[in-house]
């Protein structure tokens, strides 16, 4: 019963910090004894350089076929000024479209051990342990009309935000079946106050909501949402919401915890799932084997529960980095929340042999 998992390092550190997780996924297939084999392809501006496409059909193609996808980061300065659908971003879009990837799950927590790296009184994100549920495949990102046309001599940029019931549906119940896990609190952000998706969207969650009685549900309007997570960040569980809603408010939730660095991602479909750290690839640190490994480690913990089914493994490697972080060692990036600062490498190592102590 082998399985296939595809490496998308991508660019700038993420080519380091898939190195670690591979070592990770090696180790827990050896010691399972699960037959994982791994295949890696280029995706984002390291495509762009040898193919001239962010990411190949054959590509997308072996991504479909394999169980799951572990994507570094793509992106960096060198390709900034290349045409919209020459950009390295464009991969990411393609490979969540294709794929169908519309649920995106990011959980936020705060490492006790870690209270001290939050911009925000150790206090107020005391207890935080929340997961933003964003729609990942439709809204703005991808409804139509969208592009620059010429109106009346001159340029109009359209993008549309477009949600039909049946998007929101299955995202609803993602959210829910999440919340069942958790502690049974679904906060839908929207801005029903204005905008007729979000009308939809509002009256849509709270149908579903009726088949889970047990889950508690509150609306939430965005600009009020984007407050409260710095007021008081420890009332949300599940914050379920729209593409665009959830990229900006999983970057400010990201933030609670001190560093984007360390928080893990998976974006999962009725096909293969994809998993990436939630930071970008960094390109100011890249090649320096400094980067944090831990949010791309904590991906994989997440592939393994998700997409391969092994529940132990992905508790295996969750408490290796519980266990590193509360003995003092961190990543330059958390170095003023360490006693001992470890290299990208030397902290994939040390999770390896954290999690071999387990045993
Ligand atoms: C994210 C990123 C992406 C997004 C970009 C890189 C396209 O910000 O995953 O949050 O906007 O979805
Ligand atoms: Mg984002």
């Known amino acids: 019963m082998s399985k296939k998992v595809v ?92 794929l169908g990837l519309y649920n995106n799950l990011r959980p936020v927590m705060v490492f006790s051990s870690l209270k001290d790296a939050s911009p925000l009184r150790p206090e107020i994100v005391d207890g935080v342990d929340l997961l933003v549920v964003r729609e990942l495949t439709g809204g703005l990102y991808f409804g139509q009309p969208k592009g620059v046309t010429e109106e009346n001599g001159e340029e109009v940029g359209v993008d549309t935000m477009r949600y039909s019931v049946s998007e929101i549906e299955r995202i609803a119940e993602a959210a829910f079946k999440a919340a069942r896990g958790r502690n049974k609190k679904v906060t839908s952000v929207d801005k029903a106050n204005i ?8 009256k849509t969650v709270s149908r579903i909501a009726e088949k889970y009685p047990d889950i508690r549900l509150e609306h939430m309007l965005v600009d009020n949402c984007a407050m409260q997570l710095i007021r008081d960040p420890a009332q949300f569980d599940v914050i379920l919401t729209e593409n665009m809603f959830g990229d900006i408010l999983s970057d400010e939730a990201a ?79 958390m170095s003023r929340h360490a006693r001992d600062v470890l290299s990208t490498s030397e902290m994939g190592d040390k999770i390896l042999a954290t999690m071999a102590a387990l045993k």
């Open 7 to 98: 490496l998308l390092p991508g660019d700038g550190i993420g080519v380091e910090v898939v190195r670690e997780a591979e070592k990770i996924i090696a180790w827990l297939s050896d010691h399972y004894n699960l037959d994982i084999q791994t295949e890696t392809h280029l995706a984002g501006g390291a495509s762009l350089d040898t193919h001239d496409v962010p990411i190949r059909d054959e590509v997308i193609k072996a991504c479909r076929e394999a169980d799951a996808v572990l994507l570094g980061a793509v992106g960096g300065p060198k390709w900034d000024d290349y045409p919209a659908d020459k950009r390295p971003e464009k991969a990411l879009l393609r490979l969540r479209k294709e």
């Open 255 to 333: 933030m609670l915890t001190g560093s984007i660095g360390m928080l893990p991602s998976a974006s999962l479909g009725d096909g293969t799932g994809m998993y990436e750290p939630v930071h970008g690839s960094a390109p100011d640190i890249a090649g320096q084997d400094i980067a944090n490994p831990l949010a791309t480690i904590a991906s994989v913990a997440l592939l393994f529960r998700y997409s391969l089914d092994h529940e132990e493994a992905a508790t295996d490697i969750e408490t290796a980095i519980s266990k590193v972080l509360n003995a003092g060692f961190n990543c330059r990036d």
């Open 195 to 202: 905008l007729a998706s979000s009308q939809l969207w509002r």
